[in-house]
Nanobody, 118 residues
Framework: QVQLVESGGGLVQAGGSLRLSCTAS????????MSWYRQASGKQRELVAT???????NYADSVKGRFTISRDGARNTVDLQMNSLKPDDTAVYYC????????????WGQGTQVTVSS
């Protein structure tokens, strides 16, 4: 059974930094992407950043230059370093694992709260 466990959320002042971590267990599929999504209160869940098994990374425009996603294939972890945080970054952040089977399969973590105070 695939499980994703997140850690690292919390409360921080605007301009501060946080690092989120996610560890995946129960999957040996190599062709995958690990991502971070977020969902603010009253809004739809949105993609923040993605890192594929091949090393490609992508970011939402709103976080480019401030957030960095990194993954360790050997440990099946993905981290999100968040710098220069803004109140608009306040949300529940979710780790996502997408396995590129046909059709694809994806899994979600339980979410971790990030609150940025002004």
């Amino acid at each position: 059974q695939v499980q994703l466990v997140e850690s690292g959320g919390g409360l921080v002042q605007a301009g501060g930094s946080l690092r989120l971590s996610c560890t995946a267990s129960g999957s040996s599929a190599s062709r995958n992407a690990m991502s971070w999504y977020r969902q603010a209160s009253g809004k739809q869940r949105e993609l923040v950043a993605t890192a594929t098994w091949g090393g490609t990374t992508n970011y939402a425009d709103s976080v480019k230059g401030r957030f960095t996603i990194s993954r360790d294939g050997a440990r099946n972890t993905v981290d999100l370093q968040m710098n220069s945080l803004k109140p608009d970054d306040t949300a529940v952040y979710y780790c996502n694992l997408r396995i590129f089977t046909v059709p694809f399969t994806e899994y979600w973590g339980q979410g971790t709260q990030v609150t940025v105070s002004s």
